[in-house]
């Protein structure tokens, strides 16, 4: 069963950073795709950063030069490497990987994926 699980979320100031991870346990394929998601209180989740089974990555544009998404590939382990954060940025960050290589190939592969618990981030 395949498991992820977020950490790094914390509260900070405007402009200050943090990396978020997220690790994920019983994934048996060599290839996957993997994102990261957020949800601000009153709206819906939507995607920050992903990364495609083939290294790509793609941001909103809302984060874009400020989030950086990277990959440990040996651990599975997926970051988020959040600078000059902003008081829009606060919401509960999820991490989200493709149900299988094959799912990756989805323009919305996270919709059947498996998701994290989330992690709250605060930006004061």
């Known amino acids: 069963q395949v498991q992820l699980v977020e950490s790094g979320g914390g509260s900070v100031q405007a402009g200050g950073s943090l990396r978020l991870s997220c690790a994920a346990s019983g994934y048996t394929y060599s290839s996957y795709c993997m994102g990261w998601f957020r949800q601000a209180p009153g709206k819906e989740r939507v995607g920050v950063a992903t990364r495609d089974s083939d290294g790509s990555t793609t941001y909103a544009d809302s984060v874009k030069g400020r989030l950086t998404i990277s990959q440990d590939n040996a651990k599975i382990t997926l970051y988020l490497q959040m600078n000059r954060l902003k008081p829009e940025d606060t919401a509960v960050y999820y991490c989200?990987?493709?149900?299988?290589?094959?799912?990756?190939?989805?323009?919305?592969?996270?919709?059947?994926?498996?998701w994290g618990q989330g992690t709250q981030v605060t930006v004061s």
């Open positions: 989200a990987a493709g149900a299988s290589p094959y799912d990756c190939y989805s323009p919305s592969w996270w919709n059947s994926g498996y």
